[in-house]
């Protein structure tokens, strides 16, 4: 079965409102990583967030490693947020294999 | 820092052809992946390499699909018979062993379509 499963699957927003991307995850191993994709482009990593709240910018990521969730939050929403979001976790605990989910769509309008 | 670079962008083939994508990873990380990402979907592990040894190639079809990093540095992805079943995008990946979370630092893809 799928073993990360976000939601929602897709978003759409006026620019300066708040998104909340959610990651339910199998394992408790976990070494949760969040990533963006560009539209049509590259994948860029956000967070290594294994555990505990990060911040950068505009973005924050949650963690509960014991209840199996982790969550994105991207507070006053750009236009140039749009693109979808992926989070991963590591299946063998050595950083190497990821399992990503099927991403959120985000789409900022202005 | 040159990022990691993938060619080609794109491919069309027609089922049965060949094609290899061709990675070239950033200077100093030793660990390779190849994902496939489908279409609206979250990419998957394809093989990984350290250095120039296979660590996982276990989700390769290897009927169809061989990947090779033969110096440690660039690798190829080759598909041969293709399906259109492949058609997805070919992203590559490197990171450097014992960096912190083992960031992964991806190319642009390859995307193919298969007719």
């Known amino acids: 079965g799928q073993q990360v499963q976000q939601s929602p699957a897709s978003l759409v927003l006026q620019e300066g409102e708040n998104a909340e991307l959610q990651c339910n995850f199998s394992?408790?191993?976990?070494?949760l990583q969040w990533f963006y994709q560009h539209p049509g482009g590259r994948l860029v990593s956000l967070f290594y967030n294994p555990s505990g709240t990060k911040h950068t910018g505009r973005l924050t990521s949650t963690t509960v490693t014991n209840e199996r969730r982790s969550s994105l939050h991207i507070s006053s929403s750009q236009t140039t947020d749009s693109g979808t979001y992926f989070c991963a976790i590591d299946l063998q605990g050595t950083g190497s294999k990821l399992s990503f989910g099927k991403g959120a769509k985000l789409t900022v309008s202005p | 820092e040159a990022g990691v670079t993938q060619s080609p962008r794109y491919a069309v083939l027609q089922e049965g052809q060949a094609v290899s994508f061709w990675c070239d990873p950033i200077s100093g990380h030793d660990t390779l992946y190849w994902y496939q990402q489908p279409r609206d979907q979250g990419p998957q592990l394809l093989v990984y390499?350290?250095?120039?040894?296979?660590?996982?190639n276990s989700q390769l079809p290897s009927d169809r699909f061989s990947a090779v990093r033969p110096k440690g540095t660039n690798s190829t992805l080759k598909i041969q018979s293709a399906k259109q079943g492949d058609t997805a995008t070919y992203l590559c990946?490197?990171?450097?062993?014992?960096?912190?979370?083992?960031?992964?630092?991806f190319g642009e893809g390859s995307r193919l379509i298969v007719v």
């Open positions: 390499f350290r250095d120039e040894a296979v660590i996982d």
């Open positions: 990946a490197s990171s450097r062993q014992g960096a912190k979370g083992n960031t992964l630092y």
């Open positions: 394992s408790t191993a976990t070494r």
